[in-house]
């Protein structure tokens, strides 16, 4: 194993690692479970359902939703919950496509990744290399990377903070700070010269990215979901 391998298989593991202790805190796995159900927003889903599947009082579940990243999407309103991914904090650097919806979204790709892999159909990323210009498309299923135009297209990854730094973080300053962090670029070339602007960050092909998150995303699912009676 050569040291871009072990370079890459630390940051997994450390990455694994630090969204599974905020597992155990609630708030990222409370938000996968909201993605899931609500198919991303398209439907809102009553919070009693929702507490049920990561195995909390709905009291508690609305308040982990609120205050997790991405906490601004959550919408709340007569017992019922969603998301509303029309409420923006950043850059609008991609567009998200999930049946006949189509839209844009700001955060990183590597949330993206995630969502994408707790969700029960195909989801579409559309976004522009920030270095070249040029457009970048990936398809993702619950199984995998469908299709990915152009084939060398890259995902970048912030450095990883300390659990303690981020966890002491409001939602609001994760999105601003870190996820502002995470665009696709069309190769890793493209991708240089970001990777020299920013001491620490990682760069992965989308196909080797998702295989991980998807393997992270079911984790982060079976760490909540209740026990069967």
Same mark, same amino acid.
Do not use: K
């Given at each position: +194993? ?33 993605? @899931? ?11 009693? @359902? ?8 709905? !009291? !508690? ?13 959550? @919408? ?14 950043? +850059?609008?650097?991609?567009?998200? @496509? ?5 839209? $844009?979204?700001?955060?990183?790709? $590597? ?31 619950? #199984?995998?990377?469908?299709?990915? #135009? $152009? ?10 903070? =300390? ?5 002491? +973080? $409001? ?14 670029? =069309? ?20 196909? #080797?990215?998702? #295989? ?18």
């Amino acid at each position: +194993m050569d040291a871009n391998d072990r370079s890459a298989e630390d940051f997994w593991a450390t990455a694994r690692t630090l969204l599974t202790r905020f597992a155990a805190r609630g708030h990222i796995s409370v938000g996968l479970h909201l993605a @899931r159900l609500t198919n991303l927003g398209e439907h809102p889903v009553p919070i009693e @359902r929702l507490a049920q599947e990561v195995g909390r009082p709905a !009291e !508690e579940t609305a308040t982990l939703a609120q205050q997790g990243p991405g906490g601004h999407w959550v @919408r709340l309103n007569d017992g019922q919950i969603t998301l509303d991914l029309s409420q923006h904090t950043g +850059m609008l650097r991609r567009r998200l @496509r999930i049946g006949q919806r189509s839209f $844009p979204v700001s955060g990183c790709a $590597p949330d993206v990744l995630l969502w994408a892999a707790v969700l029960d159909e195909p989801l579409t990323i559309e976004e522009t290399c920030p270095a070249t210009g040029a457009p970048i498309r990936v398809d993702l299923t619950p #199984d995998g990377v469908a299709s990915l #135009d $152009p084939a060398e297209a890259v995902v970048g990854y912030p450095a990883l903070p =300390a659990f303690e730094e981020i966890a002491a +973080m $409001p939602s609001e300053e994760i999105d601003a700070t870190i996820c502002t962090q995470g665009p696709l670029f =069309a190769s890793a070339e493209a991708a240089s010269t970001w990777v020299a602007d920013h001491p620490g960050v990682h760069v992965f092909g989308v196909r #080797d990215a998702y #295989d991980h998150l998807r393997e992270i995303a079911r984790a982060l699912l079976e760490a909540v979901s209740p026990t069967p009676q």
